[in-house]
Structure formats: C-alpha cells, structure tokens
C-alpha cells in the first residue's frame, strides 16, 4: 500500500506540472485566510484520501481536514450538524447519500459536460466521483480449491463463520452489497431475494464487522476466507496477498459514489473547486492508472489491471425503489441477523 501511495503522489505531481498552465476552475489559485479549513468528511481508506488531498492543497492553497467513518455514522454526524463541522460529503455510494439528498447545496461541476451519461448529477446537488462495482475478496490461502464464484457459494456449510460482511447501517459498500443481493438473488426483484439474505445471514455465524476496512484487511490477512467489499479496497492487495477478486455469476451492481457540498457551508467556493478538482481530468486519470479505480468521465480510461464492464455480468437496480426502501431494508436485515443469530446461540 505504501508503494502504491508512493507511485500515485508521484504521478499526480508529474500530472500537475504538465498541467498547471491551464486556466481552468480545476486549477485556480486560492487566496485563502491563514484560518481557513475545508472540512472534509470521508469514508475512502487513508491510502486513496492523502494523494489527491494533497494535491489539491498544493494546487489551491486550501487546507483540507479529513473526518474519516463509516458513510452512515459521518451522514449522522453531518445532520447532526457535529465538530469539525462539514463542507463537503467526499465519497458513500449514491444509494446511501441519495436518501439524505436534502442535506446538500445544488452545484454543478464545471466538469459534468465530462461526465458519462450514466453518472450525471440527475438531482442538481450530488456530483458522481468513482464508478464502484461490488465483489467478493477471495483469501486463496483459505478457500483452497473451493469453488467461490458468488452469492450461493457463500452458502457453502465450509464457509460457515469465515465470511466478512460489515453492517450495511455503517457501510455504504456493505449496503450496495444487501442491494446488490437481493437484486440479484432476487432475480431482479428485491423482495424475492430475502429468503437467500436469511440463509446467508445464518453462514455469517453471528458475526457482522463494524468498518468496512475490516473486511478487505480481515480477508486479506487470513482472518477470514471470503469478504463482501468494494472493487478499489479489495484490487490494492491483489499484487503481494493471497487474494482474488469474484465478480459474483448471480450479477453485479457497479454504483457510483459521490461528492456533495453540504449546505450552509461557510467556506462555498473552497467547497466548489474540491468538487471541480476531484472529479477533473488530472485527478480522474490518477484515480484510473494508480488508485484502482474506475473513472466517472468519458475522456478517461478504466484500469488496464481490471477487467472490462462488458466481462462482468452488470444487472441494475431501480434507485427510487433503492432510495424509498432503505429504511425498511437495513430494518428488515438487522432483525433477519439478530434471529438467526439468537437461534444459533441457543
């Protein structure tokens, strides 16, 4: 991870001196008050945060503090209206963040002409960042020659208690990954998948992880076979671990995340040229060819390392029927986790 921050630091200054002639928002010099703070609240792991952080201080002049959690805890803290209070949302899936859509400033990016159709700021307040596809992280060392190529394999009576899954009320990458499960599992109604999400919740064997880093660091350090994350977290320990990626056979759901400037912001044009910054050719080339993930822009080619969209078997969700439910579905799965696992206790 270290070499990887490295090389992504690197490339991203390279980028910039390449670059800085252009008289773009993206690039604009700040004058800012020797006081004044960019509060940013993120869920990203720190390796992917402190390059691009660092850049954009260097580019701006803007000083960036990072509150780091869990996309559910640091969306409470922001309606909360908590210390360090909030500039801006940097990351949480879009099926996480649209629900508390109400939290944010409108803004469009001086970037969304770039944007692909697909991840457009449709409301007016909730720019798309990355393009995350869910898989499940394979520790080789563990499963063996056991067969994982889904969401039925996790059924498996030899996986029973060596599954990481984190709360899906924290975990905005746990959640797309409920979603994700009863979509697919569901055949693409949600409703039906239950049945599967009760059976899976028993091979869980009472233990649901708190962050969503320990689940990409539990697999990847053996204490667990198989994990449910996100593509970027669980691709950085493909190179020196034993670890694969599983584009689940069942179909997978690839959601965007997002960067949104929260309303009432104090510091609105420091807030405006991190969104233009972040979502920018120079970052978004960076994000592609060291940080491991996938580019929102059309301008931008996806990692050479991971394997084409047209590869994986994409299925779809409806974001309104994701958005209206998400209430009742991290109900309905907690209470599923809590009887399942009473059951086994006793």
């Not at 990072?66 to 949480?92: F, H, N, R, S, Y």
């Not at 939290?103 to 990355?130: A, C, H």
């Amino acid at each position: 991870m270290k070499k990887r921050w490295i090389i992504g630091l690197t490339a991203i200054f390279l980028i910039s001196g390449l670059t800085g002639c252009q008289k773009n928002k993206e690039n604009t010099e700040w004058k800012t008050d020797a006081d004044e703070v960019l509060v940013v609240y993120c869920p990203h792991p720190l390796e992917f945060i402190n390059p691009l952080v660092s850049e954009f201080e260097e580019r701006t002049g803007i000083r960036v503090q990072v509150q780091t959690g869990g996309t559910g805890q640091l969306l409470q803290m922001a309606e909360d209206g908590a210390e360090p209070k909030c500039d801006i949302l940097w990351g949480g899936s879009l099926s996480t963040s649209l629900p508390k859509k109400d939290l944010f400033e409108p803004y469009t990016s001086v970037n969304e002409d770039m944007i692909q159709d697909e991840f457009k700021n449709e409301e007016g307040n909730m720019t798309r960042f990355t393009d995350l596809p869910s898989v499940l992280m394979i520790n080789t060392n563990l499963t063996g020659d056991l067969s994982v190529e889904g969401y039925e394999d996790l059924l498996k009576p030899e996986l029973k208690g060596k599954i990481a899954m984190c709360d899906p009320a924290t975990s905005s990458s746990a959640y797309e990954h409920l979603i994700n499960m009863i979509y697919a599992m569901g055949k693409g109604e949600p409703e039906q998948g239950w049945d599967y999400t009760e059976a899976f919740c028993r091979n869980l064997d009472g233990i649901l992880l708190k962050g969503s880093s320990d689940v990409y660091q539990g697999v990847a350090e053996g204490r667990f076979a198989v994990g449910l994350t996100f593509e970027e977290a669980a691709s950085h320990y493909v190179a020196d671990w034993p670890v694969k990626l599983v584009y689940m056979k069942e179909g997978v759901v690839s959601k965007p995340d997002v960067v949104c400037i929260m309303k009432g912001t104090e510091h609105k044009e420091a807030a405006e040229a991190f969104v233009d910054f972040v979502t920018g050719k120079d970052a978004q080339t960076m994000i592609a060819t060291t940080l491991d993930r996938r580019s929102v822009r059309t301008d931008v080619s996806q990692p050479v390392y991971l394997p084409d969209k047209k590869e994986i078997h994409i299925i779809y969700d409806d974001k309104n029927v994701v958005r209206d439910n998400k209430s009742q579905w991290l109900s309905h799965f907690s209470r599923i986790f809590n009887e399942v696992s009473n059951d086994a206790a006793e």
